[in-house]
DNA sequence: TTGAAAGCGCTAACAA
DNA sequence: TTGTTAGCGCTTTCAA
């Protein structure tokens, strides 16, 4: 069964092709006859345009690349979900790519995307480095980064605010009364990490809480079983704080099952206190107070802020810093 | 800054440009010296080839179209992840579409996957129902079907077989001495649900379990929601089971959530048996033993059952029945 | 082994 | 308002 094209409209329309794509292209160089007539003979062959060859002359295909760190990972997926939803509105389709937190994945999957003559790329980098390793394609295609602070170079990107994000955890858990916090799982490696930690340390400098920290050293991804390593390591010998920050909800949910083993409740015993929002974190069961990031807004401006790079706007804003909030549920409690 | 063709490459190696195709495209045609002189003015150019250009003239774009019920869903992203894996590996890109559970704008994305000329569709359905929306596409573009079994259908597709899941649920949970055992949240409509709620039956029949059952009417998705308001009307007036066996993970969930409110413990008073093995599953303090989808063999099924129509294989199969696997973790006891 | 040229399905500039 | 035609970047016959 073979495709039918713009040629065989234009044969049984006893028109040119080239009418046949002005009454397809909504073109007002054509009476309005015509294009009716037309119009209905597509829809009775069953025409569909030819997305490849439609790309091939306009130079431009409506594809967005995506390439992602991961996309099974609660959080990204539901930034890809978002991502995908609002391309869609503006006409796009996206091509998922997965860089399994490998850079030099990542930048095959980015080259390739090249080659496939996406119109622009999101992406969800593997980490700060990333923006380095893909440095040299910056001129080459509009890029812009999702959820990666990336104030030190010249790349768009789309983040939240995470110093911030780490004052408002701090302020939230003073207010709950909390004076005496430790803050879990900072990854040295990590400037997002870094950026929060400092937020947490200005607040409590400014409203007289005590922070200790449990870093991350070996500085692993922030899993849920980093966080229970670490948490396992304090537990054995505990200071006096009554809540415990995480520097994310992955590495919170690894402090829970910590807690959950040594017969510490929470939060009776200790409250804690997560980062990023992820699905997981409001499972019955989990119930994780938390610093959300919000993943609509984000995805969102993501796309809007390609699309701007696409059509050469003027407004074309190099970066996008959204406020986190706070997400209360059960974990916490007031002392 | 210009995309640099073959046609540039020609000029500067002295050779037509159907030469330059020929080195790129690795043929026999062509001398060894002349190939390696012009790959290697390709690589300093900085030479992508486009593959728009290619497709238009192979008459395949070497994308593979994923129309799926949501993205962020953990069970299907965990599916797709495994699926842009496998493809990949094969030379495919995917074009991630989200349906939104939404069987209209299901079909528009597939149709509008076929104008992008993909190879082939991968589709995680919205529903059963989905067949048959889709079913005046079916002899356009080779269609793959995951997780929905179809036998009554003339479709190619991959799933568990349901009916052997539920009496491994079953055959696991007598041999844990459970012999009262209650059914929760079969849903009518669906015949995922069916079957595995009649390998329960004939499980329970040949072992002698009591089997009840307390069915989600509503017809609802199968989310923790329901799972919570089935659980809570059944621990109103319960009955003397000793284990509940969900119809799905997501359903288990809830049911988790109405116990402990209830105060009934996991697994002491009562046991919690799941389907399906989403990522929550694992998590600590969730613990569902349960049975599981093999999520990687049906992403590499689905995968090698599209590209073998594709390419018109002979051993054309028209579908791929998995079995499930039990796996065993905290919310089941001994009685 | 290489080159010339047609053509994939479409859009857009120019002519009529 | 409609038709003619060139050409997007590439592959692939057919000739040389």
Redesign the interface.
Known sequence: ?EKVTIKDIAKVANVSYATVSRALSGSSEIGEATRDRILKICDEMKY??????R??VKRR?N?LGLVTA???N?FM??L??EI??TA?EHGY??????S?YDVELEKRQF??L????VDGIIIIPVGHDTSASLSQYS??IPTVYVSESLQDTNDHYVSIDNVVGGKIGIEYLKAKGHEKVLYLGRRPGSVTHKLRSEGAIEASASLGVRLQFQDNEEGGKSS?QVG?QLAKKYFENPSDNTAIFCASDALA??V??AA?EKGIRIPEDISILGFDNI??SS????GLTTVAQRKKDMAEAAVKMILDMIQGSEEDMKNQILSPVLVERTSCREV
Chains 1, 2 share one sequence.
Request: charged share 20%.
């Open positions: 069964m569909i345009p030819d997305s490849v060859a790309s091939m295909t594809i991961s996309i099974n609660p997926s539901e890809i979900e995908e939803i869609r389709n996206l091509m998922v790519c997965n399994s080259s390739l090249l080659g496939r003559r001129s080459d849920s229970y949910i690894g829970m099952q959950d699905t997981f499972l019955p069961r989990i």
